[in-house]
């Protein structure tokens, strides 16, 4: 199965909460000091939204999360028929999982993220992809950090 995924940074995570919990009918599946996601069935929908130091408010990044490592192998393929570089990670840590992920960004610069997780961390990660490596834009997406690594 494949559902959009849709991460959001957000200025004030509870009053955050509580919006999307009102237009999506359901409390968050995930609740964490910085971070939020819903799985939902109906859209079919990986919503997430974080609040961190230093990134501007607003769409962080959009994707499509696979359960089965074959759908995450052909959405990669895919993603080299674009064009555009690809950053594979494998193992990666970032947003309270772990999993496998392949990063490229669309002709407007929005970082898309093709991911299957199979693990669950204890902190939000330290994984992330320099978005000079996906395009000119100097900033990162997934976990960026409060301070430089």
């Not at 009053?15 to 799985?39: H, N, Q, R």
């Not at 992920?101 to 992330?128: H, L």
């Not at 320099?130 to 900033?139: H, T």
Request: some cysteine; charged content about 30%; overall charge negative.
């Amino acid at each position: 199965m494949k559902r959009l995924h849709v991460h959001v940074t957000v200025k004030d995570l509870d009053e955050s909460i509580g919006f999307y919990s009102t237009l999506f009918g359901s409390t968050p599946t995930v609740t964490e000091s910085d971070y939020a996601k819903w799985m939902l069935d109906d859209p079919s929908v990986n919503f997430a939204i974080s609040e961190r130091c230093g990134v501007t408010p607003g769409l962080s990044h959009l994707g499509i999360q696979v359960d089965e490592e074959s759908e995450l192998s052909e959405l990669s393929d895919r993603l080299e028929e674009a064009g555009r570089p690809v950053v594979e990670q494998k193992s990666a840590q970032c947003c309270y999982a772990e999993g496998d992920k392949a990063w490229i960004s669309d002709p407007q610069d929005i970082a898309w993220e093709t991911f299957r997780t199979f693990g669950q961390i204890t902190e939000y990660g330290k994984d992330r992809v320099q978005r000079e490596e996906l395009s000119a834009d100097n900033g990162t997406v997934c976990c960026p950090p409060t301070t430089e690594l």
